[in-house]
């Protein structure tokens, strides 16, 4: 440590009696914070729906298809919390899947690809339609609201205009080694020595697993992931401390398309195939997940975890209520209520803030 | 003269142009045909409720809000009176009184919701039309309703004579009648003032919360009679009814010049707009080319239109920045 | 007779007592000026005036009345018209309703547009303004809206009118004008209250004068007559309320790190020369609007430079942007706009600190190109370093940044700097909004960095502040520099040499 303080600044600077100025509120319990909440909400609501319907623990036809869902939609959920952490949105999270998929699909097609390979493939596609969209954003200064609709508009007329021309029956038919099986591998099939995973965890969950961990490292341990969140804070700050912020917005977008990349995959293994319509359910999701886990749409705050839980709630809820008969379309109005109540959540946070002049807006 | 000149250089006036020129385009293409009475009337029998739409965001575009449950909010309404009428045997202009004003609630809780709890816009709505959705399903599951009076459907296909089909005047009216409301009475210019500047506004003694509430509630009842039409124009209802107005309620306003941030009532321009669209349908079937190419021109004439509007904006902040300093300049020099 | 009167009102901020006990009376037909340095509280005074804020103390009287303001609308029925320093027009809307928001005038439910442009008409001639009712506002030039709004102020029949630095951003022929317009509303017997930094507008148009300073009237409508120019800067700035001693330091003639020549900006700058060498703090001094921060941000690529040179380290170069600056030339910028750039209000005093760090600290993962971290027990110890060496008062370095006091704020603001290890440090009005005590603190600290070789360049208008930094004072006035001095550190000749360089030049024309 050699900062260019010499003791007597530092004398100076101390001021004995000052009080240490403590953040008003003091630190929240543990059974406020959001995650714990979420995670005895999720645990309960289980308990409850298996008590209700002994049905919802059997493992192959609800646990099995559950923890697949709510792998997939983690992912999507982490495609939006990208965005949102720089204060953004994506609106084309569940078109960019589809895109993705559609290169995937070409790859496979016409270019025969492996099942890995492929998915590389589509990963890249996605990385570079969020890049696009970010670049647009970046340096024309419009609000992301707008240019990731245009986005939207745009693919969900292109896509289908290449599947008509590639395809005869709007889907890619040609299937990779492996892709059949990966749908209902579960952690039974993978074992060391004598020991065996469950069966009621599917294998896909393992690429949610590992973009849990990537993404949480990055915003947590990274430069990156840190100049994202102070991008997200403050733009103008972040700009004068010498972060590089339109390449920042890149790069959020970039990661955005990338995990709807990884969503759209998927969604496609577990559904047996690549077609234009793939992500066409992914924005209701995509934003319930980050928001339920405490993630500000503001900007400037992500909750990796928080993201999962999130998604677990609602996917468990969607899954229960569908076992006691509610009708799966009418599942809508409960998600929708759902997700007005947790913004009122996400709303009294502000305020408490706002009380301890943390946020001004 | 002054005001003429002002006009020549307004977005609705490129659009009135390139409007024109794209329909005298159609026409030599269709060699004459689309000047037949009959193919006006299908033209304009479909852009009736595209206009209502449009016309729908642009009110909370206004207001500096938007919209998201524009498609549910019209087929919640729609299948409301489709289910009342045939199930319940509610006569026509009760049930279409009852859908209505269904929509007007729909949309001053939209407004409520926002005002009260201070979330933002797009979450509130987001969350409102997955329960509508939802409320939607419900109502028709997946049967489609069609079993209402006929009359009802002859003054959905009814044309003046023959060629101006009359639930497109009727959109016409609507439109009418919110141009003179945002431009001529005090709550549709306070309103326009929240989305123009809201510190100016409040400093003025006009309440933000009001305006918005007032323009969601617009946009709702907007969106009801956009669901009689339907429900007049279409076969039947179902669940798939709105599903598909979220996109075209932007491209309408943003093409036709609001501004996003607020403040701009672009009534002729949304409907220009929407004209437009209508054009690039017409073309796509004159040309018989697949439907998507619709959405994949329009999404990319919206890009191309918010993009283009940025840098003429920052075109002229940059020279008004530049112009004050230069005069203090010229003040040290005096 | 007095209109209006504010007696002792206080107004506390969380640990700043922004106004303390002032007292202001406006008369009829009279012109009456608000003076005081960025941070003695005017603002304040204005926002408690027109109703935004709500006086912790002290009372406001209306014709002797007490009234009480709930919002800027109340204070406005009331008869207080405001001219604010921000554009307060509707974008979309004609000048007559711009003029008549407030109550558009209507006949059967419509707004009745012949009223709108007759009425507007009547309140643009009685300030003797050709200007067009029907023209939609954003074809006006800015001089043309401030008049505008002045008609809109008068048009709920105000007999006060706050102008709030109307004359900040036009030109000297437009504030003949608007002064025309004062003298008029003057003689009708209204009475106008100026707020503004140029005194020689002062002298011209006004009759009393309020001063504060720190949050306290210390002249309380004295007359203008009775005063020279000297006094009331005196009054204004404030003699230094107690020498602080600070331990010789010499600046060597090493060659200079920091060298403007002949720089022209895009925001109007015209041959601006300074050199800063190591170890030495220039000060940059002017009224507010003079181009000091859009001067220093031009250098850090925020702007254009659009002739001239900059050299740093005797090398020619063009910065691209505060990364740039940083990195490559070791540049730093502390920002006069604390909350809004200097810190990031909702994270966490470590990372406000290690935010400009992140480059040296990272670790390779393993041995794949590309991927590194951030190890967090380096991070925490360098952070640690900093809140143990600038006293920064907190509970933990994860607490956010917006819970501190604003004293702890800029603390931080300035830490970052410190951590990037700069060597040249552009510090803007670093002590805006800080009481007594850590402002000395600041003094001591930026001395001490000084000696310790960096150099620095000190953008303040507060003139106790800079004469007891600077070495040199650059004075600027129109983004242009006027002059330079070496500080003798002697207040008296010190502040009347600056003084008489702001308002060289002006004295003359006119």
Known sequence: MSAPVSETATAALHEPDAPVEQPRGGRTPWWANQRIGLLILVVALGALFGILRPAFFNQQLVVFPLLRDIAMFTVVGLAQMCVLSIGHMNLAVGRMAAFSMMITGISYDLWHFSLYAGLLVGLIAGTAIGALAGWVIARTGVNSFVVTLALDFLLLGLIPLVYTGLTDNAAFVTKPEGMREMRNYSLADICIGNVCGSPAVPQLALFAVIAMVVVGWIYSRTKLGRELLMTGTSVKAAELSGIPTARRVITAHAMSGCLAALAGFMLAVSTGSIKATIGEEFMLPSFLGPILGGTLLAGGFISVWGTMLGTALTSVIRKGLDLLGVGLESLNIYLGLILLVALSTDRVRTVLSDRQGVRER | MKATLRFARTTEMTLLVIGVVFFVFLVIASHGDLLEANSLRVLLQFLAVPVLIGLAQMVVLAVGQLNLAVGAVGGFAACAMGVLMADHGVPVPLALLIGFLLASVAGLLNGLLVVLTRINGFIVTLATMTVLLGVQYRLVGTRTVDAYPQGLKSFGSYAVFGVLPLIFLVALVVAGLLAVMLRRTVPGRQLLASGGNPIAARLSGISNDRSVIIAHTLSGAILGVAAILTVASSPGVNKSIGGDWLLPSFAAPIIGGALLTGGSAVVLGTVLAAFIVRFVDTARAEFSLEPSWVNFVVGTVVLGSVVLGQVRTRRQERRTVVKAPDAAVAGGVS | MTLFEAFEVDKLFPGVRALDGVTLKLEAGSVHALLGENGAGKSTLIKVITGLYKPDGGRLLLDGQEVHFGSPHESASAGIGVVHQERNLIPGFTVGENILLQKLPTSRGLVDRGRVRSEAARWLAELDLDIDPDLPVTELSV?????????????????????????????????????????????????????????????????????????????????????????????????????????????????????LSGVGTASGHAEVDLTVRPGEIVGLYGLVGAGRSELAKALLGLDRITAGEVRVRGQAVRIRNVRDALKNHKIGYVTENRKEEGVFLEQSVARNIAVTVWDRLLKRLGRIPGLSYVPKKTESELVAGYVEQLGIRIASPEQLAGTLSGGNQQKVSLAKWLAAKTEILIIDEPTVGIDVRTKDAFHTLIWDLAANGLAILLITSDLPEMITLADRVVVMRDHRVRGEVTNTHDYDTMSQQVIRLIHAGTTAAA
Not at chain 3, 169 to 182: D, H, K, M, Q, Y
Request: charged residues 25%; contains cysteine.
């Open chain 3, 143 to 259: 001089a043309q809206a401030q008049l505008v709004e002045i008609a809109k102020a008068l048009s709920v029949e105000s007999r006060v009118l706050l102008l709030d630095e109307p004359t900040a951003s036009i030109t000297p022929n437009e504030a003949e004008r608007l002064f025309r317009v004062v003298e008029k509303l003057k003689n009708d017997g209204r009475s106008v209250l100026f707020v503004s930094h140029k005194l020689e507008e002062v002298f011209q148009i006004c009759d009393t004068v309020t001063v504060l300073r720190d949050g306290s009237s210390v002249l309380e409508s004295g007359a203008l007559a009775d005063l020279t120019r000297d006094q009331v800067v005196d009054l204004m700035v404030g003699r230094v309320h107690e020498a602080l001693t600070l331990p010789p330091r010499t600046v060597g003639d090493a060659a200079p790190l920091l060298e």
